[in-house]
Structure formats: structure tokens, C-alpha cells
């Protein structure tokens, strides 16, 4: 009886110990009364003995180890440590921490886990909190002391986003934020100075300045010269255009570009006095042309137009009448269009009815606009040309066929579409593109038709392959074949070879694209279908030379699947290693 007795015994201790265990759960740690004394320590340690917590059960059992803490003895803190042992390395280290410093209060002579001030830090920086705003609230009262436990120049050397021990140091010692931030890797350097720069121009403008002078030359401080002349230009345009010469020995900016920014960035919050200062510029007439914009965007059009008027570098610029058009039909198109319609030259009449086209809407006024700057004649100005042709490809394909736009804009700029102008119509509509090719082909270029063709087989290569059937007398017609086959035996090579089995001249040129993209299988069908014997060696010799290069193996099965004659097997097989050596 004894021994049965003794493993009953056994048993009913393994599952009490057991059914322990699984009693406890991480929400037992939040319902704990904290006055209770050995229970809530029992807890933890039971806790911290299985699996390793969810980050947010951590905090919780962090939490009611910190409330125990002052009760706890030596022997209680050891038990701890060696529980912790199977936790995750940040977890681990923190609650390590507040062990730690209950050892200092038994203890302060005995400083235990005196290195794990970084890994502290990382935890705090980079998994407790992603953004300042979301720190946990159970670790606010211990993260300023443990950040505080360890030399921050250590804690940069062992973690891995300094930048965040960087921007917080910065908030109490930018001095030494600074002095830090330049220990960071080449990659995180730049990211952390702007975090210093910006905290220590808040506080002590000159210090940060003086700093940003001592550094090396280099991407560093060029870049944080560009914040300095940002941040001058909206505390002082001013006293920013008096120390041109500084910021630029700092940036290595050239005069004209920092003189550009400053006046760009002060024109956004008062044009009229960055205006003011622009007229007694010695050098003005470069930066006026950047004030016309901002002007108008702070209600000052009369202003804008009044420079328009009386700056001889201004007065005949189509690009600078179109901007101020622009800029007002933006919250006043009634005025825009009356002052742009009182405009007698004509290319700055045009280029204020584009300017306000760009600004509006409504696509059939936007083509409207369009039909009146073109119905005054045509136009040798590069910027006009450049304005109507955006202002096309903006429409859809709807609106364009309500008029004679395409051709209207053919005979304005003196050319067929562009390029891009053909592109965009053919993602959109390119069975209505097609039509306006075979009818005008006088309005596009010779590439329109292979530009149309290589876009449309991408997508919808049997339309493709249909209109290329339409156009017999093309003269460039092999040319489109090839553009057809080209990215159909790409996007669909089975396909393509249905197709091209109906022809040899398709077939012909099928046989490169399908060779090109790998698609070796389908290559020697088309080639079993060629009549002619001898282009159909050539071509079975070229398509296995080709596979014997990328897959020797599965190029001499497929010349075993042929089943040829021995004599022609050998023949191929010897031509393929001949022409591979």
C-alpha cells in the first residue's frame, strides 16, 4: 500500500502544482491587493516562471513588482533574477532595473547588473514607446530616472536609434545633445542634428547657429544650414538677407539661390514687405518674378498686375502672365478672365486663358478656355505649346471628342502630339486614338500609330492585333506587327501563339520575343508549324541554343520530345554545342 499511497501522493502534488499554475493568469496581477504582503510577490514570481508575457502583461506585472519592492528581502530578489532568466532581453532588463534598485536601498555598496543601463534605455525608447505621446503611463514615473542611470554616450553606442536619446537629451542640454549627436552612425547623424538644431534655435538661436559654423564641411552641415536659413526667413527675412555670407560659407549655396530662398519663404507670410525689399534690391528683376504668385494668393492681384505692367522683364512674359491668371482664377476666375481678356498681345492673351484653364474645374470650360487661346492663331512660344498639351492630357477622352481639339492643337503648335500627349490618350481611350490616326494622320507623328500599338497590346492585344489588320497600306505596318508581338509574347505567349499560327509572316516575328522572354516551349510550336524545312531548323537550332544557355537539361529533353529523325537529332545537337562554344 505504501508505494501506491506514495505515488497518489506524488500525483495529487504534480497536478495541484499544476492546476497552480494554470489558475494563474496576468490578470491576477491587476487585482492584487497591494497591502497584501507575500501574496502579490508570489504572484510575480509564478507569473514571471512561464511563458514570456505580452508586452502590455509585462507592464502589469512591472507595475505590482514596483509597488513590493520596499518589502522585499535579499533572498526574494535572487529568487526574482533567476526567474526573469527566460524573458526577452528588453523585458527583462527593465524589470532587472527596479530589482536593481532595491538592492541599492539593502545594499548600496552592492550594485548589481551595473551595464544594463543601455539596453534600459533601448527598451525605453524603442519598444516601450514609439512616439513620445504613447509612453505608457505606469512607466512616466520611472523613465526619466532609469534614461537618467547610464552616460548617454554609452547608451548611443549600444542601442540601435540613438536619434531618440538624441531629441530628449536636446530638450535639457542641447550643448551636449549636439556634442553627442555627432557620435551618431553617418545614417541617423543628419536626423538627429535636426532634432537638436530646431529645440536649440527655440531656446538660444546664436549658440545653435555658432554650431552649426563649427562643424566640418559636409552633407551635415549643409543640411542644417538649410534649416537655419528656413528658420531665419520666417523669425527675421531681414536679418537673413544681411547674413547671406554666413549661411552661405555654410551651406556652399551660391548667392542668387539663398537670396531665392529667403525672399521665396518671407513672401509666403507678407509679400508686400518682402516685395518692398526686393524693389531696392540693387539686382531685382529675377526675384520679382517669384513674388507674382504669393501676391496674388494674399489678395494683392492689382499689385501683381501692376508689376506685370511695369517690369520690363516681366511685361512680354507669357509664363509670368499665366501665373498671375492662374493664381487668381484660383478664388476669383470672373476677375481673372476679365483682366485676361483686356490683354491686347495676343501670346499674353493666350497664356492667361491657359493659365486660368490650368485653375478651373469644370472640364468643358477647361476646354473652352482651351478652343478660344488656340482660335487666336497658332503659337511659336515653347511655353504655350507646353501649357495646352498638359492641359489635353488632363481631359478625358469624353470631353475631347465633343470638339476638334487634337487637331486644333496640332495646327497651334506647328507639330504633331507629342509623345506624352499620345501616351495618355492611349491608356484612356486607345480605340477612339486609333480612329483619330487613320483619320488625321497629319496630326500625329509617324511613332503615334507603334506608340498606340505598344500600350494597347499590353492590355488588350486582340483589339490590338485587330486594328493592325485594318491598316494594310500603313507604311510602317511589319513595324507595328513586330511592336504587337513584341509585348503580346510577353503578357500572354499562348495567346500570341494562336494568333501566329495563322501566318508565317507572324509567326516570323513571334519567334524572337517568345526566344528573348524564356518562353522556349511555345517558341518551337510555332516553329513545328513553318513550312519552309530549312527556316525551321534555323529556328529549332536558335530557340535550343538559346534554352542549352540558361537550362542544359531541359533543353535536351525538349529536343528528345521532337522525336526528329536520329539523323536531324544529331545534326541539331551538334549545331547547338558548335554554336556555344
Not at 494563474?24 to 502579490?40: C, I, K, Y
Not at 502589469?60 to 526577452?88: G, M, N, V
Not at 524589470?95 to 536593481?100: N, R, S, T, Y
Not at 543628419?190 to 546664436?206: E, F, I, K, M, S
Request: proline fraction near 7%.
Amino acid at each position: 500500500m505504501k508505494p501506491r499511497s506514495l505515488h497518489l501522493q506524488i500525483t495529487l502534488v504534480i497536478l495541484a502544482f499544476l492546476l497552480g499554475r494554470w489558475e494563474r493568469t496576468p490578470q491576477d496581477l491587476r487585482s492584487v491587493n497591494p497591502g497584501s504582503t507575500p501574496r502579490p510577490l508570489h504572484l510575480f514570481r509564478t507569473h514571471t516562471s512561464l511563458s514570456p508575457p505580452r508586452q502590455g502583461d509585462t507592464f502589469a506585472a512591472l507595475l505590482k513588482l514596483q509597488q513590493r519592492l520596499p518589502l522585499a528581502s535579499s533572498s526574494a530578489l535572487k529568487r526574482w533574477e533567476k526567474a526573469l532568466d527566460h524573458w526577452p532581453t528588453p523585458q527583462r532588463t527593465l524589470a532587472m532595473a527596479l530589482i536593481q534598485s532595491q538592492w541599492e536601498r539593502i545594499d548600496p555598496n552592492q550594485r548589481r547588473n551595473a551595464d544594463s543601463s543601455p539596453a534600459i534605455a533601448s527598451f525605453l525608447l524603442s519598444k516601450a514607446y514609439g512616439s513620445e505621446a504613447s509612453t505608457p503611463p505606469m512607466l512616466l514615473p520611472w523613465q526619466d530616472q532609469l534614461l537618467g542611470s547610464g552616460d548617454p554616450a554609452a547608451i548611443l553606442a549600444k542601442i540601435p536609434n540613438g536619434v531618440r536619446v538624441i531629441r530628449r537629451l536636446a530638450e535639457s542640454d542641447p550643448a551636449y545633445a549636439a556634442e553627442l549627436c555627432l557620435r551618431l552612425p553617418p545614417s541617423e547623424r543628419r536626423n538627429g542634428g535636426y532634432h537638436v538644431l530646431q529645440t536649440w534655435l527655440a531656446d538660444d538661436p546664436q549658440a545653435a547657429t555658432q554650431w552649426v559654423e563649427s562643424l566640418k564641411q559636409g552633407r551635415l552641415r549643409s543640411g542644417l544650414g538649410q534649416i537655419l536659413v528656413d528658420h531665419a526667413a520666417k523669425t527675421d527675412p531681414r536679418a537673413a538677407l544681411e547674413q547671406m555670407d554666413l549661411f552661405q560659407s555654410i551651406g556652399h549655396t551660391s548667392g542668387a539661390s539663398l537670396e531665392r530662398s529667403i525672399v521665396h519663404t518671407w513672401a509666403r507670410d507678407d509679400p508686400l514687405a518682402a516685395l518692398a525689399w526686393v524693389q531696392d534690391h540693387p539686382h531685382p528683376k529675377p526675384l520679382i518674378g517669384n513674388l507674382l504668385q504669393p501676391l496674388v494668393h494674399a489678395g494683392h492681384a492689382n499689385v501683381a498686375v501692376s508689376l506685370l505692367e511695369s517690369q520690363p522683364s516681366l511685361s512680354d512674359s507669357s509664363t509670368s502672365h499665366a501665373i498671375v491668371a492662374e493664381s487668381w482664377a484660383s478664388h476669383d476666375p470672373s476677375a481673372a478672365l476679365d483682366w485676361v481678356r483686356s490683354l491686347d498681345t495676343p501670346p499674353l492673351h493666350q497664356a492667361g486663358l491657359l493659365g486660368i484653364a490650368q485653375a478651373v474645374e469644370d472640364p468643358t470650360q477647361q476646354r473652352a478656355l482651351a478652343e478660344e487661346a488656340m482660335a487666336m492663331g497658332p503659337t511659336d512660344d515653347r511655353s504655350l505649346s507646353q501649357r495646352v498639351e498638359s492641359l489635353v492630357r488632363s481631359l478625358e477622352p469624353a470631353v475631347l471628342k465633343e470638339s476638334n481639339l487634337l487637331t486644333d492643337l496640332a495646327q497651334f503648335t506647328g507639330e504633331a502630339l507629342s509623345q506624352g500627349t499620345v501616351s495618355h490618350l492611349a491608356e484612356t481611350d486607345p480605340t477612339w486614338l486609333a480612329e483619330q490616326i487613320e483619320s488625321s494622320p497629319d496630326t500625329f507623328s509617324s511613332y503615334a500609330a507603334r506608340e498606340l500599338m505598344e500600350s494597347w497590346a499590353a492590355h488588350e492585344p486582340h483589339a490590338a492585333a485587330a486594328w493592325l489588320e485594318r491598316l494594310t497600306e500603313h507604311p510602317e505596318r511589319d513595324d507595328l506587327q513586330q511592336a504587337l508581338v513584341n509585348q503580346w509574347g510577353f503578357t500572354d505567349p499562348d495567346g500570341a501563339v494562336a494568333w501566329a499560327q495563322a501566318s508565317t509572316t507572324r509567326t516570323m516575328a513571334l519567334i524572337g520575343p517568345l526566344t528573348y522572354h524564356g518562353n522556349y516551349q511555345q517558341a518551337l510550336t510555332l516553329a513545328h508549324n513553318t513550312p519552309d524545312t530549312t527556316m525551321q531548323f534555323a529556328i529549332r537550332r536558335e530557340v535550343l541554343r538559346v534554352w542549352n544557355e540558361t537550362d542544359p537539361t531541359a533543353a535536351k529533353e525538349a529536343l528528345i520530345e521532337l522525336q526528329l529523325s536520329p539523323m536531324e537529332t544529331a545534326r541539331l545537337q551538334a549545331s547547338i554545342n558548335d554554336r556555344s562554344h
